[in-house]
Every structure is written in structure tokens, then in C-alpha cells.
């Protein structure tokens, strides 16, 4: 069963900006890191950020400064606030939970949402 949802995707201008949001199970979300992930036609998933139980964050280079990872525990969801946004940010993104101490730079082991389009016109 899908046990992480993804909303919050569309179509916006260079420059704009969207909010994504991912709704998780209680169990999953205060047991595990959550991360956004996207990947773009013909290319590997990659990281976009993540934030640990203990609210430690890492970002892409490439959104560093512009996206802003957060979670909310009361209603167990993470968020990610995409500011002016980049044509080449146009990908599928993906929430995933996963161990605090596990590798996430790739496609790590854990759970998936089915994906929310991102798409940023110039």
C-alpha cells in the first residue's frame, strides 16, 4: 500500500514558486528521516533535501538557498517551499523516509511516495 502522498506539484514560471507537501503514516514519519528526491526525463533520481527526526537538514547544491525542507509532527508532514524556481528544476519529485543514519545521496532504501510533476517554464 502507498503509505507516503505527495501534492503540491504543477506548472509555474521561472521565478515562481511552489510548496510541496507529503502526508505520511504516524509510524513512519517520527521514525525516520524524510527527503525530497526528483528526477527528470533520462536522468537518476537525485537528492533535493532532507530533514532528520532531529531536524537536521542537507540540500542539493543546486537548491541551496532557494528550497527550504520542513516538517510539521503534528500532522506528519514534511513540506518542501521551492523559491524561484529554475527551468532545469522541472522533474518528477518524490518524498521518501528513511533511516536518520542511513546513506541518502541516491535513491536510498525506505519508503516512496508515487511522485508529484514539477514543471517550470522559461
Known amino acids: 500500500q502507498v503509505q507516503l502522498v505527495e501534492s503540491g506539484g504543477g506548472l509555474v514560471q521561472a521565478g515562481g514558486s511552489l510548496r510541496l507537501s507529503c502526508a505520511a503514516s504516524?509510524?513512519?514519519?517520527?521514525?525516520?528521516?524524510m527527503g525530497w528526491y526528483r528526477q527528470a526525463p533520462g536522468k537518476q533520481r537525485e537528492l533535493v533535501a532532507r530533514i532528520t527526526t532531529g531536524d537536521n537538514t542537507n540540500y542539493a547544491d543546486s537548491v541551496k538557498g532557494r528550497f527550504t525542507i520542513s516538517r510539521d509532527n503534528a500532522k506528519n508532514t514534511v513540506y518542501l517551499q521551492m523559491n524561484s524556481l529554475k527551468p532545469e528544476d522541472t522533474a518528477v519529485y518524490y518524498c521518501n523516509a528513511g533511516s536518520d543514519y542511513s546513506d541518502y545521496h541516491g535513491a536510498p532504501v525506505g519508503y516512496w511516495g508515487q511522485g508529484t510533476q514539477v514543471t517550470v517554464s522559461s
Open positions: 504516524r509510524r513512519i514519519f517520527r521514525s525516520n528521516a
